[in-house]
Every structure is written in C-alpha cells, then in structure tokens.
C-alpha cells in the first residue's frame, strides 16, 4: 500500500480535529439531510466557527491567512465520502478562490468574512439548459445599463443552489462573440433572481442542487468580477483547482468504499469461510488496491505541483479522470463484494455508488477531460492548421 508522503505531522493534527469536529456535528445528521435535499445552515455556520472555511482568507476578514492546498485535502478526504452534501470543497476550493484571488479588494471585504464564517454560501452558476461542456454556448446575457448590469438568462445543476446567499454568474456580455463573458457576484435576494426545484438525482441526495433564474436582474458595476469581457480566462484558471479538489474527494470515496468492503467481506460469509478469501475477492481487493494506490500518486503528485503554482490545465484534468474513472470501477467492484446486501439502501456501499456517478460528468465531463489531455498533446486538427 502506497505510503503517502504528502502530509506533515501539522497536516494529521488537523485530520484529528476534523474528524472528531464531523462525529459531533455532521455525520449524526446525514439521514435528514439527505431527507430534506440539503444540509442546515447550522452546519455552515459550525465549520465557520471551527475555521475550517475559506482558511486562506485575511486573518482582517476572520480568516486564517492559511493558503496551504492540504489543509482542504483534508476537509475534503474526511468529509467527502461520509457526507458529500456538505460541499466544503465548493466554498473553499472552487468558489471562494474567485474572491480570493480575482475580486478587487471592496469586494473581498464585503463578501470574504460572510464566506469565512459560513453566513454566506457560495455557489458558482456557469451551465444552463442549453449548455454544459460547451461554455462558449452560454445564452445568460448582461447587459450594461448605467452604474448597473443587467441580467437575464437561467442556469441549471447549479450546486448550492438552494441554500447560497451569494452565486457567482456567468453571462455574456456581448451578443456577437461568444467568448465575452463576465462574471458577476448576484446576491439572491436581489430582485428578479429566484430558485426553481431542489433538483432529484441518482445520488448525492443531501446536496442541493437548483435551477436558477435571472429575470431582469440588476447587478451592481461594483459586483463585476475583474474585466466583464474576461471571464473566460478567470473560469479557465480556476478549473484547475476545482478538479484538484475533485480528485482528491473521488480518491477518498474510493478508499472509503475499499476500507467498508474490507471489513464487510472478512465478516460476511459463504461455503464455510469468509469471501474475503476467495481468490477471486482477493485478486479483486488487489486490483482496486494497485488503482487506489496510483490515483493517490498522482493527486498528490498534482496537489504538490498546484501548491508551487505550476499545476497544468492538462495535469489537472488528467487528475480528475483517472480519480474519477477509479472511483466509478472501485464502488463497483465493492457493490458486487457486498452482493445482495449492497443493494440495499441499508449498507453504505449503496450510497456511494450512486454518489459516485457524478463525478465522471461534473467540474467537466471524462470526455471533455480527454479532449484538454488530448489538445496538449497537439493532437487536435484545428492546432495543426
Ligand atoms: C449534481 C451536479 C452538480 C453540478 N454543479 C454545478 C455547479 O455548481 N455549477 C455549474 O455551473 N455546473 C454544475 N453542474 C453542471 C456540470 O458541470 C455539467 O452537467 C457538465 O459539465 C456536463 O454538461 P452537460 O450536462 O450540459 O452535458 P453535455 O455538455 O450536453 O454533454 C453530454 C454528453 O456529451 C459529451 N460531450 C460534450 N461535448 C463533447 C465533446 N466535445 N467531445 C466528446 N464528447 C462530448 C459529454 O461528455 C457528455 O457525455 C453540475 C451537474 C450536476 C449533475
């Protein structure tokens, strides 16, 4: 088994507060929230007590001026797999870095402490209807009118939807090209904006995920994140981080799923031993063991990479499918160990199994993962011409 070298004792500190933090107040409510479509508004409120939120923030907004990428690697590994509805990652990871490191600074001190302290939930909105991988395809549109914008369009799989006070958006901002988009920070008791359904999906069951819509909209000139005819540039840098931290959540519902199986085949028997040591789970257990252990090689690889800035778009993406592709055959392979019983609601296996599917389409889809891998490679006709 691959002795992981990413972490300093600090790091493992931290894992222990984490975790006996999540025993008290987030695992013992997974059953309502998964009832309920979404977690509390306590629970936010809770790891921003803890400091477990946007920690890289200004000690000046009440963070921790803490940029160390480990610190969520941790959050994500210890929450991710037992209770993925309480999307640390999205404040912390993918969100909040767009006011950390985009937003000028009026911005970042009205939003950053809300962030830290858990009053404000952050999505981001970039899919609609009409368009997912294809970002270009976006028909949200923003148009200037005065000291405001004006927004008009819905998106769609939104992730926090239902619970975020403060959704970063993505619209175009010029009708005649398709690349000039804008981003801009839409509090959601503005007039004109509204939530639709709290989406039913195949898994994933406590994490709210909506529809919203724009309807006449009007947003602030100060509520524009950098250039409004620059967003795409913003979004492509941020995807990077957003698929690390992915990655690093797909691992460990793999080596979630791994441990519970461990445990479930040496218990559960059949023909008067246990089916742990039939051959046939023992060459099975390897195998997912070999893949766990070269998905964490390469996570860490990439988190190293990312924490000295030098994480490649191609890099990242490779990070995502793998983890992700391991993830889908890992939960899998320990459904089918766990026979009748994985397929009971009961049994853990069953839920990440279902929470596992989203992760090849999400943060971008496999496909699209191979298509970046596949571009640096100079393999794309239109590189040639
Ligand atoms: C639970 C959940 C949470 C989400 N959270 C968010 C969120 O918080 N914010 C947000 O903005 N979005 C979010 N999304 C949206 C998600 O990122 C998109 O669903 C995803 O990018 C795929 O887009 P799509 O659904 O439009 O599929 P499509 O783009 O329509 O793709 C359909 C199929 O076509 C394939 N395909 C598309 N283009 C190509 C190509 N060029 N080459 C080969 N195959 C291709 C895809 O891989 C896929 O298999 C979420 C989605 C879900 C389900």
Not at 17 to 34: D, K, L, N, T
Request: proline share 3%; aromatic share 10%; with cysteine.
């Amino acid at each position: 088994m691959l002795n992981r070298t990413i972490y300093e004792e600090e790091h493992e500190i931290f894992r222990k507060s984490v975790r006996a933090w999540a025993e008290a107040e987030v695992f013992p409510h997974g059953e309502i929230w998964r009832d309920n479509g979404c977690v509390s508004r306590e629970v936010w409120k809770s790891a921003g007590e803890q400091g477990f939120l946007c920690m890289y923030a200004d000690e000046a907004y009440g963070g921790l001026g803490l940029t160390d990428f480990r610190y969520d690697m941790i959050l994500c590994e210890e929450l991710g797999p037992r209770e993925p509805g309480f999307f640390v990652g999205l404040q912390n990871r993918i969100a909040g870095p767009y006011l950390q490191n985009s937003a000028d600074k009026p911005q970042r001190e009205k939003y950053m402490p809300g962030a830290v302290s858990g009053d404000t939930i952050l999505a981001i909105a970039m899919t609609e209807p009409g368009s997912g991988s294809d970002l270009a395809g976006i028909k949200t549109r923003a148009v200037e009118d005065g000291d405001h914008w004006v927004l008009n369009g819905s998106k769609t799989y939104i992730s926090n939807g239902f619970l975020a006070d403060l959704v970063l958006v993505a619209a175009r901002t010029n009708p005649d090209a398709s690349h000039d988009v804008g981003l801009f920070w839409v509090e959601t008791d503005t007039p004109g904006f509204s939530r639709g359904r709290n989406l039913k999906k195949v898994g994933l069951e406590s994490q709210d995920t909506a529809e919203l819509f724009f309807d006449n909209v009007r947003v602030p000139r100060e509520n524009v994140l950098g250039n409004p005819k620059g967003g795409f540039k913003t979004m492509m840098m941020n995807l990077a981080e957003e698929r690390m931290i992915g990655a690093v959540g797909f691992a460990a519902r793999a080596e979630h799923a791994f441990n519970i199986t461990m445990a479930f085949i040496m218990e559960r028997r059949a023909f008067g031993r246990a089916i742990g040591t039939f051959q046939n789970s023992r060459f099975k257990m390897a195998s997912m063991r070999t893949e766990l252990d070269a998905a964490w090689a390469l996570t860490d690889h990439c988190a190293r990479e990312h924490m000295q800035g030098r994480l490649s778009a191609e890099m990242a993406a490779e990070a995502k499918l793998f983890t992700s592709e391991v993830e889908g055959r890992v939960v899998d392979e320990c459904l089918q160990l766990h026979g009748g019983a994985g397929y009971m609601d009961e049994y853990e296996i069953s839920r990440l199994y279902r929470d596992a599917r989203i992760s090849r389409i999400y943060a971008g889809t496999s496909e699209i993962m191979r298509e970046i891998i596949g571009r640096g490679l100079g393999l794309d006709e239109r590189q040639r011409n």
